[in-house]
């Protein structure tokens, strides 16, 4: 029988040898890729504990949040308001102490109606809670001033109506137009609430003599107040409508065009 020759067994074994080494750096690649895979896993899961976290960790800054300086001084105000009715209506209603005593927990509402929302503004401390809070304390305050003082015939009942109707209508009509856009507190919108705030707190006062001929006159200038920024938030409002209308418009066509 003829021998096979030695190259031919030498090329033969050479190349088994270079399958060999062809398989095992394969293995090797295959087992690094594995390896690279579990780490790239273990990274990303890692990555997505430290994301739930820092989402944890910001709902939890943002729930403690609610606990600010603003937030705690609409509080006091919401706490004095049924302390002001009570001091008000204390005595029969018409005891000099007691309404002196009233008109110091209804200047306190209003100082801090002053300060509350400027913190809030200045040092970034807004929260759902305070947009919700603020204005019912502003109104809650000042209503009960109003059907107090009337009940107990201090204001006739008519500008009790025009004042309270003229607050809860302008809130009503905010979030009726809420949907294209939000309609910013005008000048004459917080002159109205510094002049309301100064005129009712002197009808709370037991005036006499000129100093009760003044509030009235105060009182007036605050309804015409009243009734004008109304009139500009509802112009506002018309012309908010009709743009939010046009763009809405307009970015229809552009996206059918």
């Keep these: 029988m003829t021998g096979i020759p030695a190259s031919a ?3 033969s074994s050479s190349g088994a040898r270079g399958a060999a080494s062809a398989a095992g ?4 690649g295959a087992s690094a890729q594995s390896g690279s895979g579990v780490a790239d896993a273990a990274r ?3 990555g997505a504990r430290s994301v ?6 910001a709902a939890a800054v943002n729930q403690a949040s609610v606990w600010n300086v603003a937030n705690l001084l609409t509080m006091l105000r919401l706490l004095l308001v049924p302390g002001f009715v009570a001091l008000m209506l204390a005595g029969g209603g018409y005891d000099p102490a007691w309404r002196a005593l009233a008109w ?6 209003m100082i801090t109606d002053l300060f509350d929302g400027h913190l809030a503004r200045t040092y970034n401390l807004v929260t759902d809670f305070g947009k919700i809070a603020d204005p019912i304390a502003d109104k809650a305050i000042m209503g009960a001033a109003l059907i107090c003082l009337s009940a107990l015939g201090d204001l006739p009942w008519w500008v009790t ?3 309270l109707g003229r607050e809860l209508g302008i809130t009503l009509l905010r979030f009726l137009v809420i949907r294209y856009g939000v309609i910013p507190a005008s000048r004459g919108g917080k002159l109205k609430t510094l002049t309301q705030g100064v005129a009712v707190g002197m009808y709370v006062l037991a005036l006499t003599g000129w100093l009760a001929t003044l509030r009235f006159w105060v009182m ?3 309804i015409v107040l009243t009734v004008v920024s109304g009139l500009d938030y509802v112009r506002q ?4 409508r009709r743009r939010g209308i046009a763009e809405r418009r307009a970015a229809v066509e552009e996206a059918e065009g």
């Design 161 to 163: 109506v025009v004042i």
């Design 44 to 46: 990303a899961e890692e």
């Design 25 to 28: 750096a394969a293995a090797q």
């Design 9 to 11: 067994a030498g090329g």
């Design 220 to 222: 007036g200038v605050a």
């Design 52 to 57: 739930r976290g820092g989402k944890l960790t």
């Design 237 to 240: 409002a018309i012309v908010l």
């Design 104 to 109: 110091a927990a209804f200047a306190i509402a």
